[in-house]
């Protein structure tokens, strides 16, 4: 069955993939060699940086609004916005580490970060997006008219390339 916010549940089940990917190169760490590991951090970042940041501040700017007025409440999706701070952070933080993985061996304080911000990002990305597609997705489907649904993901679709052009800027 179709919903007006089948596009998002669409974008949603083609990140899956990779946010998978996030779990599975944890997972390598300890198990496979520095290159692998070293390979498969670089491209989570790359989809954490380059892909999933974008999404989320296209929700930021275009989708969390149109939830907000839905539901009558400015604090709506504040919840939400957090835990898009939060995997920024992890971003950066990952960003640090991949840098330091250049060396033919992982340390055992570099071993546990990897793991907790692998691990970590894993876990928020797939909790935030079940909280999208339980919560808010279903009442927008019940509430947006057609037009206003397309409205929203023609702004979320113009914020996510502008997200998209900075990113590669930086």
Avoid: C, W
Avoid at 65 to 71: A, D, H, N, S
Avoid at 79 to 96: C, F, K, N, Q, W
């Amino acid at each position: 069955m179709n919903s007006l916010t089948q596009p998002l549940r669409d974008e949603h089940k083609d990140l899956f993939p990779s946010v998978d990917q996030i779990r599975q190169v944890a997972e390598l760490i300890g198990e496979a060699s520095i290159s692998e590991v070293r390979q498969g951090v670089e491209e989570v970042y790359d989809f954490l940086a380059y892909h999933l940041k974008p999404h989320a501040e296209a929700e930021d700017a275009a989708l969390y609004p149109v939830v907000q007025k839905v539901l009558g409440s400015p604090d709506a999706t504040r919840t939400m916005s957090r835990d898009h701070v939060e995997i920024g952070r992890y971003i950066e933080e990952l960003a640090s580490l991949k840098e330091n993985l250049s060396n033919g061996t992982l340390t055992s304080e570099q071993t546990r970060s990897l793991r907790r911000v692998l691990y970590g990002v894993y876990a928020l990305v797939k909790v935030h997006f079940a909280k999208e597609e339980e919560v808010y997705l279903p009442i927008l489907d019940q509430r947006l008219t057609p037009e206003a649904a397309q409205e929203m993901f023609e702004a979320m679709e113009a914020a996510a390339h502008k997200a998209k052009d900075a990113a590669h800027v930086r």
